[in-house]
């Protein structure tokens, strides 16, 4: 595709129940990464894979969060047993690179409130 | 573990006028990499410049050019010829170069842009 695109744009949920957020990156891009941005914040790390390996998840704030890429390309961020600190906007960035870097290109990314 | 500093919550300014955005960071690293994001009100994280420590020579693009200082650990943006479109919240963000590094962001300065 042209970006990256995730769905929803937006998420309602009542606290305790399961979400899944979907992130597609830029086709052929190894590189792919989760944020967390609070209410007028800064985005924050979450996690990133490379290809469909976890290399680094020391950003998920809570054994709540779960991320996975099986096959290289789409992710999925699923947040079980929502809480309200939850609410934040989840942001995906892609970059071609592997190792060393590359410019992240962001998605649009999914507005979620807990209730 | 690095920091990105934004002071300045607003800025405002004229069509056509000049403007510039503070940032600071702290690291203990020699290389890395400074980048300034803009995020429009519909949310998808734009890169504007990108600054790499090793050169010394300021980056520019067009209307956006940075002033780095590296051994005072500030990279302020500088938006000429201000124009409506520019009006977004700016993101200040720290990569190093090692690995894949994510990014590190400030809590961001939200431009405004009056005719």
């Known amino acids: 595709g042209a970006g990256v695109s995730q769905s929803p744009r937006y998420k309602v949920a009542k606290r305790g129940q399961d979400v899944a957020l979907r992130c597609d990156p830029i086709?052929?891009?190894?590189?792919l990464f989760w944020y967390q941005q609070a209410l007028g914040q800064g985005p924050e790390f979450l996690t990133y894979f490379q290809n469909e390996a976890q290399l680094d998840k020391s950003g998920l704030p809570s054994d709540r969060f779960f991320a996975e890429r099986p096959e290289g390309s789409v992710s999925t961020l699923k947040i079980q047993r929502t809480q309200q600190e939850d609410s934040a906007v989840y942001l995906c960035?892609?970059?071609?690179?592997?190792?060393?870097?590359?410019?992240?290109?962001f998605g649009p990314g999914t507005r979620l409130t807990v209730l | 573990a690095q920091t990105v500093t934004q002071s300045q919550p607003e800025m405002s300014v004229q069509e056509a006028e000049t403007v510039t955005l503070s940032c600071t960071y702290d690291t203990s690293e020699s290389d890395y990499y400074l980048f300034w994001y803009k995020q429009p009100p519909s949310r998808q994280m734009i890169l504007v410049i990108r600054q790499e420590a090793y050169k010394q020579q300021n980056a520019t693009e067009n209307r956006f050019s940075v002033n780095f200082q590296k051994a005072a650990k500030s990279f302020s943006l500088k938006i000429s010829d201000s124009q409506l479109g520019d009006a977004a919240m700016y993101f200040c963000a720290y990569r190093s170069r090692a690995g894949y590094s994510t990014l590190t962001f400030g809590k961001g300065t939200m431009l405004l842009v009056s005719p």
């Open positions: 086709s052929g891009h190894v590189s």
């Open positions: 960035a892609s970059s071609l690179a592997g190792l060393a870097g590359g410019e992240q290109f």
